[in-house]
């Protein structure tokens, strides 16, 4: 089975720096993209960053020059460090990865938990 477990989330100042992390786990045959959303109260959710498995990323505008994303791939795991948070910042943020997992033929997509960003005063 496969598992997605982040953790790095808590409560900052408008202004400070959280650094977010999700291992991938379980019977896995290949990774593909990797990321990151989030969705505050009362609102969907949306794309924070992605990166693939050769290291193209891609970012919401609304959190570019930022954050960065970032992946190890010998350890199935995946980065967010989050720079200059402001409180609309704050969400709940979900790891995500399409990738294939053995004895299946096809990618699929997998989600974590979610972990809690809080930027406040």
């Known amino acids: 089975q496969v598992q997605l477990v982040e953790s790095g989330g808590g409560l900052v100042q408008p202004g400070g720096s959280l650094r977010l992390s999700c291992a991938a786990s379980g019977l896995i045959a290949s990774i593909r993209t990797m990321g990151w959303y989030r969705q505050a109260p009362g609102k969907q959710r949306e794309l924070v960053a992605t990166i693939t498995s050769g290291g193209s990323t891609n970012y919401a505008d609304s959190v570019k020059g930022r954050f960065t994303i970032a992946r190890d791939n010998d350890k199935s795991t995946v980065y967010l460090q989050m720079n200059s948070l402001k409180p609309e910042d704050t969400a709940v943020y979900y790891c995500?990865?399409?990738?294939?997992?053995w004895g299946m033929g096809e990618a699929d997509d997998y989600w974590g938990q979610g972990t809690q960003v809080t930027v406040s005063s």
């Open positions: 995500t990865s399409t990738l294939v997992a």
